[in-house]
């Protein structure tokens, strides 16, 4: 059983709004409800850290390109995490993947940190045309 399923992905014009949803398995949830994450991979580059939420403290962090236009935010009761992506611009383009990991609370910018995560979607696609 694939631990995590993100949806959502699509192509929108810049200004849009898109909305991503990572579904987790009943055991990946029930051991790494703590600390969630979105990362994304733009096209030619390395995957990077867009944001995260520490479930037992209600703390979240997010990348400083991503400040105020993005929400990370959780649904116990589906197994969800949700990213809301409003004001998206080109820059925003590439595959965004959800993460997730029992080892938390994660400190300073350790929650940006690909090696700090156990479970990973397979990625969805996210296209912001100009």
């Known amino acids: 059983q694939v631990p995590l399923v993100e949806s959502g992905g699509g192509s929108v014009q810049a200004g849009g709004s898109l909305r991503l949803s990572c579904a987790a398995s009943?055991?990946?949830?029930?051991?790494?409800?703590?600390?969630l994450a979105w990362f994304r991979q733009p096209p030619g580059k390395e995957r990077e850290g867009v944001a995260y939420i520490w479930t037992g403290g209600g703390i979240t962090y997010y990348a400083d390109s991503v400040k105020g236009r993005f929400t990370i935010s959780q649904a116990n009761a589906e197994n969800t995490l949700y990213l809301q992506m409003n004001s998206l611009k080109p820059e925003d383009t590439g595959v965004y993947y959800c993460a997730a990991d029992a080892r938390c609370p994660k400190y300073g910018g350790r929650w940006s940190y690909e090696s700090e995560y156990t479970y990973w979607g397979q990625g969805t696609q996210v296209t912001v045309s100009s």
């Open positions: 009943r055991y990946v949830y029930a051991y790494t409800t703590n600390c």
